[in-house]
């Protein structure tokens, strides 16, 4: 009976082991990313909803909604993410999700943050995409309006506060990538 246990027991914690392994490797990497929401997002309905005009309306997510809404979530949450502590990585980290021209933008930014004094006490901000407002779509660009949570920490306080950013998104091959942001 003993043995039965920890066999289970083993067996439950190599499950755990392979499922955290799996979820760290799709989070580490756009590439699986996109083919996790790919996968999930295949012919997917939103379900129906009420307009002011009493109008039921049906929306279908079409692959380039979906593929705008990943580049908008991890680009605005990398880029509005940051510490004192990690020399401009959120800022690194979003340009994989920018345009050429916005990725020279970025590092003239990554520049001027790392010309600057250095702060003595921590600060940081860890922001969270909540909800996307397409403001247009075209087949080759999209602007977009991300309303995101914004948890702003320091070594001696928390502080919870909702702000929005807008996107401006080009279709570079098959991919989207931001070509303009700007906090509101």
Excluded: C, H
């Amino acid at each position: 009976m003993r043995r039965r246990i920890i066999i289970i027991s083993i067996a439950f914690i190599v499950v755990i082991g392979v499922s955290l392994a799996i979820i760290f490797a799709v989070r580490q990497s756009p590439t699986l990313q996109k083919a996790v929401l790919r996968i999930a997002n295949t012919n997917s309905v939103i379900p129906s909803v009420t307009q002011n005009t009493n109008k039921v309306v049906r929306v279908v997510a079409t692959p380039d909604k979906t593929a705008i809404q990943f580049a908008a979530r991890n680009f605005t949450e990398l880029y509005g993410s940051y510490s004192n502590e990690n020399s401009s990585s959120n800022i690194v980290q979003a340009e994989d999700y920018a345009t050429v021209s916005y990725a020279k933008y970025l590092q003239a930014q990554i520049a001027l943050q790392q010309a600057a004094v250095p702060a003595t006490a921590y600060s940081g901000m860890i922001t969270k995409a909540l909800v996307f407002t397409f403001i247009k779509q075209t087949t080759i660009s999209a602007s977009v309006v991300v309303t995101t949570q914004r948890t702003v920490l320091t070594s001696s306080s928390s502080t919870i506060e909702t702000k929005d950013i807008l996107l401006d998104l080009m279709k570079v091959g098959s991919d989207w990538k931001i070509n303009a942001a700007v906090w509101k």
